[in-house]
């Protein structure tokens, strides 16, 4: 079965928050500017895994997207910290990689990647990844307020 990819709606990607990481300030750039051109206006950047962590224990955000291969700490060790986070784990998360070989896909959905985006890429490519991630996104946030009001619901007083 084929699921339709719903892109944004209007407005939608323009009031959530973008992390970029990726140790090339151009491609941080080139991913940035193709996101404008999914309406979204908020970004964070960071040149390591370490330093998009440390922006994430301060400050929210509402997607990640990452390159794989960085110095120091790896794109799929932050993928790993992030799943092993309560309050991150439902984040979605874009690894956008040169690493094509069927084993880092298959390592990087193992630890729970949203979706994968190999480089070089497309804009019309990374749009689709983003509106899927941004879609499972939503999905997610329903389910959670679905359970919140059933559990709300459950411990109510008649």
Same mark, same amino acid.
Not at 40 to 57: E, H, N, P, R
Not at 90 to 102: C, D, R, W
């Given at each position: ?5 719903? #892109? $944004?709606?209007? *407005? ?23 996101? +404008?051109?999914? *309406? ?6 960071? =040149?390591? /895994?370490? &330093? ?8 929210? !955000? ?8 960085? %110095?120091?700490? +790896? ?5 790993? @910290? !992030?799943? =092993?986070? %309560? ?14 070989? $069927?084993? #880092?896909?298959?390592? /990087? ?6 979706? #994968?985006?190999? @480089?070089?890429?497309? *804009? %019309?490519?990374?749009?689709? +990844?983003?509106?899927? /991630? ?8 329903? &389910? ?5 009001? *059933? &559990?709300?619901?459950?411990? /109510?007083? $008649?």
């Amino acid at each position: 079965m084929i699921c339709p990819i719903e #892109y $944004p709606p209007p *407005g939608e990607a323009a009031g959530l928050t973008f992390l970029v990481v990726d140790d090339s300030a151009v491609m941080r750039r080139v991913v940035v500017n193709h996101l +404008k051109e999914l *309406g979204v206006t908020s970004f964070l950047q960071a =040149g390591d /895994a370490a &330093t998009a962590w440390s922006i994430l224990q301060t400050t929210p !955000v509402d997607c990640i997207l990452c390159d794989w291969n960085m %110095p120091g700490m +790896k794109g799929i060790e932050l993928l790993s @910290k !992030v799943r =092993g986070t %309560p309050a991150l784990q439902g984040l979605p998360f874009l690894m956008v990689s040169a690493e094509a070989q $069927p084993d #880092y896909i298959l390592e /990087a959905i193992g630890r729970g990647v949203t979706n #994968y985006l190999t @480089k070089p890429f497309t *804009g %019309p490519a990374l749009h689709r +990844k983003v509106a899927a /991630a941004l879609q499972t996104r939503r999905r997610s946030l329903a &389910t959670a307020e679905a359970t919140q009001s *059933g &559990t709300d619901g459950a411990n /109510a007083s $008649p």
